[in-house]
């Protein structure tokens, strides 16, 4: 076996869930730059790698030193620790501050760095401030490094180091050898296999009653990411007896302790032919669900403004009317009337069918009477729509309860009520039923709700299908919009999303006058071609558009040559191929990118589905600046895994959201996911343009396949046995 030994000089590529990468050495007495390849646990610039292992000729990258086994060191040589210790490792170094250090200590610098700390001031630019953070920054280096190698001798990637280190902190290891099964619950990425992984290498009793109950945790988790409530009791012991590959007899004892303990909860609901079906529920889901229903009837039976008879109606409608300067029509009159006469109502209709026009002309006759009015949406993009096409404010559902980490979520609630008469909630088929239950037991029982959304978007992220659960009840007064407007008849858009939701393919003439394309390709590398080109080069010269602000590509999948990875890479090369950027496993971040959070972050305000742009990337201080909504918003490195490129999207996550352009793929490699209200959602988004490029065939399925997957939700039951 052959040994090469070297300094770790740049990493090309790394794979971080499993060590590998491909990666340049710097070899004492060789010119050249060496490539190596291979699994490394977190590797640093500017280490000295000592392995043993293979030479390969790669038949397009040349000559190649397989890595077998590798020990790590830190630099012993000035070269080497200015590389180490500027690459990033240490938050307040930067490479010119490497420099300057590794210029006055030499090769003592990180034993200075390591026990003599505060010499670092006689260094140009290091201030106290600095000091104690890198102080903060190697002891935290060195505690996770601990955490990597401990992970490591149980077949853990190190990429989960940091996550772990950054959720029990100095108890990380105790956590993990106590349950690892936590890891699952606790830490994004890493599932109940990974964690069972570590179990299994640690001793744990594959048939131990805690495995099971960690596992059917894991089972209903994960089946409420898939939009389900609760799980059929049968149908649970199948999918972790696959997933644990126990006995029928350990999974019941699992079950029946936690019943015992209440961590879930056994109910008894009626199947399709009514029979008595035992069903499992997350407490909190269960919680959530029966407090919907109890709080909606409560809402509905309280008198408040909507059952005044001092109303007069008929004035109200003309006195819209007036104001805004239109003739209503039949059904946008029956909804005026509606919000007035009910406590809840919900609105629902296509594009183009007057949602917009309603609400309006509902806020100016409240604003008439003085009532107190709250708008609201689940999404940042959604609320700043609905403040722009009604000129009165509206926040996103998170902000109007005033979220705050700090002080233990939601400020607004049961004890601390809005303080409005009516509240408004705009696409309201994308709240789910956990968000539901936290903005219903903020509305006083006074008020009126009016849900405005279109049930044949896609349903909520989350878990429910909270909308169609209230229509579906037949409790609530219900007003369907369906009439497509003059204006809106001329957008192909409009006229090509009510085509497609009535199942008949869209109508592809691509006229000028058009506003709504369909490029048809079946190869899929020419279909990304034809995405880079319309983004970067046909749409700004045609529309004047930004590609940067006012184009944003729709994917239906994230993997494969025309999902979100594959386009967001090439799209980055061509329209934004200069900026400064940075490499983190098999992320790479440029200034200027154009980027997307993806889970809540209560201490930034910020929110899955909220998109900005990278303004600065700071090296030194180890932060990614991201202006979004107006805001500068700065990302520790280590938070790197919040945001992704967002050149283009997922349809899911654009849910509640409008662009200027939008282009959609559609290729035959999507097929799990070519559905009818997937489509629909994806051509609704787009604002003044909307080009579809690929496969006709595979349009054609997604227009005929209007087979929703129902969601295991007992909303709907519940409201009709409260009645």
Not at 197 to 215: H, Y
Not at 261 to 270: C, D, F, G, M
Not at 290 to 303: D, F, G, N, R
Not at 446 to 458: E, H, R
């Amino acid at each position: 076996m052959a040994e090469l030994r070297g300094q770790l000089e740049r990493i090309t590529y790394e794979n971080e869930e499993n060590g590998y990468l491909v990666a340049k050495i710097k070899v004492p007495g060789q010119i050249e730059l060496v490539t190596i390849v291979g699994n490394i646990t977190s590797p640093t610039i500017g280490e000295t790698l000592c392995m043993q292992g293979e030479w390969l000729m790669h038949p397009k990258f040349g000559k190649q030193f397989k890595i077998e086994t590798c020990h790590c060191s830190v630099p012993d040589n000035c070269h080497g620790i200015e590389k180490y210790i500027g690459s990033g490792l240490i938050k307040g170094i930067g490479p010119l501050m490497a420099k300057r250090i590794v210029g006055i200590f030499k090769e003592n610098t990180l034993d200075i760095i390591d026990t003599d700390i505060a010499q670092l001031a006689t260094v140009p630019g290091i201030g106290k401030q600095r000091i104690e953070m890198i102080a903060a920054a190697w002891q935290q280096q060195k505690e996770i490094r601990s955490v990597m190698i401990f992970l490591q001798s149980y077949g853990v990637g190190s990429s989960y180091a940091v996550k772990i280190f950054k959720r029990y902190g100095n108890k990380s290891i105790e956590v993990i050898s106590t349950n690892p099964y936590r890891l699952a619950n606790d830490i994004s990425g890493i599932g109940f296999l990974t964690a069972d992984k570590i179990a299994k290498r640690m001793g744990f009793d594959e048939n131990s009653v805690p495995r099971a109950e960690a596992g059917i945790i894991f089972s209903l988790n994960q089946l409420s990411l898939e939009g389900h409530v609760y799980c059929p009791l049968d149908e649970l012991l199948v999918v972790a007896g696959k997933l644990l590959n126990v006995g029928v007899g350990i999974l019941h004892s699992a079950i029946q302790n936690m019943v015992t303990a209440r961590h879930i909860i056994l109910e008894q609901l009626l199947d399709d032919n009514l029979n008595p079906r035992e069903c499992v529920f997350l407490l909190g889901y269960h919680f959530s669900e029966v407090q919907v229903a109890k709080m909606l009837l409560s809402i509905h039976e309280t008198p408040g403004m909507s059952t005044e008879k001092t109303v007069n109606v008929s004035a109200s409608i003309e006195y819209a009317q007036k104001q805004l300067s239109i003739r209503l029509v039949s059904k946008q009159i029956d909804a005026i009337k509606a919000s007035l006469e009910n406590k809840i109502l919900v609105i629902t209709g296509g594009p183009g069918t007057g949602k917009t026009t309603i609400t309006k002309s509902i806020l100016q006759i409240h604003a008439a009477m003085s009532r107190r009015v709250l708008l609201a949406a689940p999404t940042g993009r959604a609320a700043k729509r609905m403040a722009e096409t009604t000129g009165f404010p509206a926040k996103t559902i998170h902000r109007l309860l005033e979220f705050s980490h700090i002080n233990g979520g939601f400020q607004k609630n049961e004890n601390n009520q809005l303080n409005c008469d009516l509240l408004i909630i705009d696409e309201a088929s994308m709240v789910d039923l956990l968000l539901m239950y936290h903005l219903l037991k903020a509305v006083p029982c006074s008020a009126t709700i009016i849900m405005i959304g279109d049930i044949n978007q896609l349903p909520s992220v989350g878990a429910g299908c909270v909308l169609k659960d209230i229509i579906g009840s037949g409790k609530f007064c219900v007003v369907e919009l369906n009439e497509i407007f003059r204006q809106a008849k001329q957008s192909t858009i409009v006229v090509n999303a009510h085509r497609i939701i009535n199942g008949a393919m869209p109508a592809c003439t691509n006229a000028e006058r058009d506003n709504c394309f369909f490029l048809f390709e079946d190869n899929q590398e020419k279909v990304l071609e034809k995405i880079i080109d319309m983004v970067g080069r046909r749409i700004p010269a045609k529309f004047n558009y930004d590609p940067m602000v006012d184009i944003q590509v729709l994917t239906p999948m994230n993997r494969g040559n025309t999902g979100t990875d594959a386009i967001n890479y090439a799209l980055q090369d061509a329209i934004n191929p200069n900026g400064f950027e940075i490499l983190r496993g098999e992320k790479r971040f440029r200034v200027g990118d154009r980027i997307m959070q993806i889970r809540n972050n209560y201490d930034k305000d910020t929110f899955n589905g909220d998109i900005g742009r990278i303004t600065n990337i700071d090296v030194e201080d180890q932060t990614i600046t991201v202006q979004m909504d107006g805001r500068s918003i700065p990302y520790d490195f280590s938070e790197i895994d919040e945001i992704v490129l967002a050149y283009a999207i997922s349809i899911h996550k654009s849910q509640g959201s409008e662009y200027p352009a939008v282009v959609i793929p559609l290729v035959m490699s999507h097929y799990v996911m070519l559905q009818r209200n997937l489509i629909y959602t994806a051509i609704t988004r787009g604002r003044n343009l909307v080009v579809l490029v690929g496969s006709r065939k595979a349009l054609g399925i997604a227009v005929k396949n209007n087979k929703i997957m129902q969601r295991n939700t007992w909303l709907h039951m519940r409201l009709r046995q409260y009645f």
